[in-house]
Each structure stands twice: as structure tokens, then as C-alpha cells.
């Protein structure tokens, strides 16, 4: 009994991981999407976090967790769009 609940407890922390891992991959590709839009309607110079964040649908404390600012944002966006090309 002690080990069942073991193996139970073990797989539902496995679980509850891979739904935190889902749910921040699903927030910033929220957050990178958003900022593209961003960027194509008004430019990359004068980019809010505020701006992003209400556009991705999250709080900024939100994009904050998962990039340290906003030109980390656009570094990934960068390095996407150049991998992408390369191929």
C-alpha cells in the first residue's frame, strides 16, 4: 500500500511537470506571437512589456517569468526567423 501510494504520488508530480512544462511553452509562444504582431504594426523601438503582455493575453508578471526583457523577446524572434531561413 505504502509503495502504490508511492508510484501514485510520483506519477502525478510527473504529471503536474509536464502541464507547468505545456503551459509555459503555450505562454511564450502567447508572448512571442504577440510581439510580432507588435513589432509588424508599430516597429520594434517603442515595444511595452505592457503592451505585449495585454496582447498575449497574460500579466507582465507573466512574461516576465519566462523572458528577462523585452529584447530577449526579440533575440528568440530573431533566432527563430534565421533558422528558419537557413533551411
Do not use: P, W
Not at 45 to 69: E, M, W
Not at 70 to 78: K, L, Y
Amino acid at each position: 500500500s505504502g509503495r502504490l501510494n508511492e508510484v501514485h504520488l510520483q506519477r502525478t508530480r510527473k504529471a503536474q511537470g509536464m502541464k507547468r512544462a505545456e503551459k509555459k511553452q503555450d505562454l511564450t509562444a502567447r508572448i512571442v506571437n504577440a510581439t510580432r504582431e507588435l513589432i509588424a504594426e508599430q516597429g520594434v523601438h517603442g515595444l511595452k512589456a505592457r503592451d505585449i503582455a495585454t496582447r498575449a493575453g497574460c500579466a507582465l508578471g507573466g512574461l516576465y517569468t519566462v523572458f528577462k526583457d523585452i529584447d530577449e523577446v526579440v533575440m528568440t524572434i530573431n533566432t527563430t526567423a534565421m533558422a528558419a531561413a537557413a533551411v
